[in-house]
Nanobody, 124 residues
Framework: QVQLEESGGGLVQAGGSLRLSCGAS????????MAWFRQAPGKEREFVAA????????DYADSVKGRCTISRDNTKNTVYLEMISLKPDDTAVYYC?????????????????WGQGTQVTVSS
């Protein structure tokens, strides 16, 4: 099992920035892909960004491309999501997810392990 715990969410004004962190514990060697998803009230959970553990190749949703950077520190089993130029539309609960078999899929169903989420609220 892999346990994930997010931190770094909060309230920020439009145009501001935040850095989310996700610490992984437990059996982490098989977590070949890690990602961030978000879910706003009344909406489906949507893909934000992902990173391949071995190659560090990244993938971003069009809605955040150029404003978000995903990175990971394998020595700390931690993945980060740095967000700049935040907009009110970025308001959501942000979830960290991991999969043992990264295929590049953006579907939540392809990720086995999930954190509890951290709230990001962007005020206008």
């Amino acid at each position: 099992q892999v346990q994930l715990e997010e931190s770094g969410g909060g309230l920020v004004q439009a145009g501001g920035s935040l850095r989310l962190s996700c610490g992984a514990s437990g059996r982490t060697l098989g977590s070949s892909g890690m990602a961030w998803f978000r879910q706003a009230p009344g909406k489906e959970r949507e893909f934000v960004a992902a990173i391949n553990r071995r190659t560090r190749i990244t993938d971003y949703a069009d809605s955040v491309k150029g404003r978000c950077t995903i990175s990971r520190d394998n020595t700390k089993n931690t993945v980060y999501l740095e967000m700049i130029s935040l907009k009110p539309d970025d308001t959501a609960v942000y979830y960290c997810a991991a999969t043992d078999w990264y295929t590049g899929s953006r579907r939540p169903s392809n990720y086995k392990y999930w954190g509890q989420g951290t709230q990001v609220t962007v005020s206008s």
